[in-house]
């Protein structure tokens, strides 16, 4: 384990920002575009409107090492890519008998969890909503509303992320928008 000193982290629960914080991730439509089950409409933002901001993490300055906690901010941008939310791209962790848990902060959103044989739950969230992930469930949250949606992660140090499961066979299960509400869809392109 990493040697550290104490320290303290300012938390902005409507913007998400850490003071101090590590580092800022920025994840566009141009680098994330793959995970949107709606390929044709990824690519009509792209040529029409340019590039867009999806989501940023907000990391703390916390070792990602056996016997550490990491933390980081999320913040997801309303918006949709055809009918679906902007969302994260999900992963599992390397370790997958490590858990997460999330702290909703403001605005609102789902967390969507699936287990490596397909089976899909969802959580809506909110501000004060508490959601735990367990050992061996891929994750990645939404936003279903109108303004950003914040949350709060920590996990195991030595957890590590998958992304590239979920790269190759994505979820079983996509969130759309149908009359004004948020609605799990058969997701036409996973792959198990």
């Known amino acids: 384990m990493a040697a550290t000193e104490p320290f303290a982290c300012e938390v902005e629960f409507q913007t998400g920002a850490l003071c101090p914080n590590q580092q800022v991730l920025r994840r566009a439509l141009r ?3 793959a995970i949107f089950a709606d390929q044709e409409a990824v690519q009509q933002i792209l040529s029409t409107e340019g ?3 999806v989501y940023e993490v907000y990391v703390a300055d ?4 056996d016997g550490h906690l990491p933390y980081c901010t999320t913040v997801i941008y309303p ?4 009918d679906e939310y902007h969302m994260t791209k999900g992963h599992y962790h390397m ?3 490590r858990a997460e848990v999330y702290l909703g902060l403001s605005g609102e959103g789902c967390l969507l969890l699936q287990s490596e044989a397909g089976e899909v739950r ?10 735990y992930v367990p050992p061996g469930w891929a ?14 992660a920590v996990y195991p140090g030595d957890a590590g992320h998958d992304y590239g499961t979920i790269e190759t066979t994505g979820f079983a299960k996509i969130l759309v928008a ?3 509400q948020p609605v799990l869809k058969d997701n036409p392109r996973w792959r198990r």
């Open 31 to 33: 680098d994330i575009g």
């Open 51 to 53: 590039d867009r901001l």
């Open 62 to 65: 916390v070792p990602e090492e």
């Open 79 to 82: 918006g949709r890519v055809g």
């Open 95 to 97: 370790r997958r008998e």
């Open 122 to 131: 969802v959580v809506e969230m909110k501000p004060g909503t508490a959601a």
């Open 139 to 152: 994750h990645r949250t939404a936003n279903t509303g109108d303004v950003p949606f914040v949350f709060f």
């Open 178 to 180: 149908q009359n004004g």
